[in-house]
């Protein structure tokens, strides 16, 4: 577990949000995948698509990792949002692009 | 597993609480549950959230559950 630990941990470090999903932001490959790609590109959010189909080790050690077995995840600044359902719910209410705006902020 | 058996299993975790469970796809797959409980009390929504999907880690690490998608209501 610890290499595939080490991964998801410099993947989280170098980029403030990043999408583990099932396909890329282009190709979504699941629906549920490309709805969360289509909410972050409506809110004209640059982020890391990390496609789980193609590395088998990070789309396991990922449900591990932060405890949430499906697939796509939300991580912003290294803390996991939610899943795809989650990201719909704060959309819709305005809290995803709050709390990414605060987030990206808190970076600089 | 079929309708009535995700019903059975909330049930199961969440005695006397109303649950729902909707087939999205028809193919017994794709889910979307919904659970308004009174454990969810001091939960954050991803804590609720993960609460429910506790119910299901087995399936959900076969695949038998695909997707499960939740919503989650704290009973006052």
């Known amino acids: 577990m610890s290499d595939v630990k080490t991964r998801i941990e410099d993947l989280l470090n170098q980029n403030k949000v990043v999408l583990f999903m099932k396909g890329t932001q282009n190709f979504p490959m699941c629906g549920f995948s490309a709805r969360a790609t289509n909410i972050l590109q409506d809110l004209g959010v640059p982020f890391l698509d990390v496609n789980v189909l193609e590395d088998e080790e990070i789309r396991q050690g990922i449900k591990e990792y932060g405890n949430w077995p499906t697939i796509p995840q939300l991580y912003v600044n290294k803390k996991l949002v939610g899943g795809s359902d989650i990201m719909m719910e704060m959309y819709q209410s305005g809290e995803l692009k709050d709390l990414i705006k605060t987030e990206l902020q808190a970076g600089q | ?76």
């Open chain 2, 1 to 76: 597993m079929t309708q009535e058996q995700m019903k059975e299993r909330l049930e199961k975790y969440y005695p006397g609480d109303s649950v729902e469970v909707i087939d999205l796809t028809g193919t017994s797959d794709h889910w979307e549950v919904f659970v308004e409980s009174a454990a969810f009390k001091g939960l954050s929504r991803i804590e609720q959230h993960q609460h429910v999907m506790k119910c299901f880690s087995d399936e959900l690490k076969t695949g038998e559950v695909h997707a499960l998608s939740i919503r989650t209501k704290l009973k006052t």
